[in-house]
């Protein structure tokens, strides 16, 4: 069932706990409205080794068709290791509380319990999956060593947030769902309404088009927020040249440097360092 995906690199998928070099290895899952990866991580370099893992995400995506899901390619996968898995919700106290690009019926699940019936094998964790990418790009990335507030967002189906301060993160911001003004002032929207890459295809909108609403949104965030440095991931960032020139918000802003990978890395390396593997207590504790 488990289907790899032709984004691998070479090497190290073997079942064992290490990269060919002697790193520590690491599962990291990152799950969507439409599919799931899943990509075994190199915990020092912070990347993915081997093919990615993908699956089509249960319809619907509730809880246990998930969790069952993502037993059944780790069984494959013989992993017994620590995972982790991003989640494009909000994990408060251990209990989901939003559900946007998921099934409703993710809210109020207690995780644990649920992972705890379904990966009885594995050292299991949750956390936002924005979160997660904010975690790879402050540890491995683009916000590594960097001072201040860093604001990532990732761009997707919906607009994901990290906050970092002087690198640690600040979880569950969710500022896809701030209201701000719209790009010609007519409405106020929650900024994941106004600026997702996913609408650019609905709409039919030019790349030009897409560029300058989240241009617009950032120079709104950044109004209220003042960060040092924006860093934009999602699958839109690997395409940065064509359209950061066009954006004309004060903050610098990078790309994310593990772009759609990020996510899946930064899933594995929260999971791995709670199982005492790596430590990443300078960005998140
Ligand atoms: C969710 C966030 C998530 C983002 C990206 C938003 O709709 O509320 O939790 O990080 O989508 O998946």
Redesign the pocket.
Do not use: F, K, L, R
């Given at each position: 069932m488990a289907e790899g995906s032709a984004e691998g690199t070479a090497a190290g998928t073997a079942g064992g706990n290490e990269a060919p070099g002697g790193s520590p290895i690491g599962v990291g899952i990152d799950v969507?409205g439409t599919g799931i990866k899943v990509g075994k991580v190199d915990l020092d370099s912070g990347r993915v080794l081997g093919e990615r893992i993908y699956v089509k995400t249960p319809s619907p995506s509730t809880p246990d068709a998930v969790a069952e899901t993502i037993a059944g390619v780790l069984r494959e996968m013989e992993w017994t290791g620590p995972v982790g898995i991003a989640l494009?919700?909000?994990i408060h106290k251990g209990v989901a509380q939003?559900a946007?690009?998921i099934d409703e019926s993710w809210i109020g699940t207690d995780v644990e319990e649920l992972l705890s019936r379904h990966l009885p094998d594995n050292l299991a964790l949750t956390l936002?999956?924005?979160d997660a990418a904010g975690i790879a790009e402050s540890y491995y990335g683009a916000a590594k060593g960097r001072k201040g507030l860093t604001l990532l967002l990732?761009l997707?189906?919906?607009?994901?947030?990290a906050l970092l301060l002087d690198g640690r993160l600040v979880p569950n911001s969710?500022l896809?769902?701030v209201l701000v003004r719209a790009f010609d002032e007519s409405s106020i929207d929650e900024t994941?309404h106004l600026a997702a890459p996913s609408l650019k295809e609905k709409n039919g909108w030019t790349l030009e088009e897409w560029a300058a609403r989240i241009d617009s949104v950032l120079r709104q965030l950044e109004h209220i927020l003042w960060p040092r440095l924006i860093v934009l991931g999602g699958g839109i960032s690997e395409d940065s040249e064509s359209w950061f020139p066009l954006l004309t918000n004060r903050t610098e802003v990078v790309a994310a440097t593990r772009q759609n990978d990020a996510g899946m890395i930064g899933a594995a390396a929260y999971a791995a360092a709670d199982g005492g593997i790596i430590d990443i207590s300078s960005v998140f504790s």
């Open positions: 969507g494009p919700t909000v939003i946007y690009n936002n999956d924005a990732t997707g189906t919906g607009i994901g947030s969710e896809g769902h994941e």
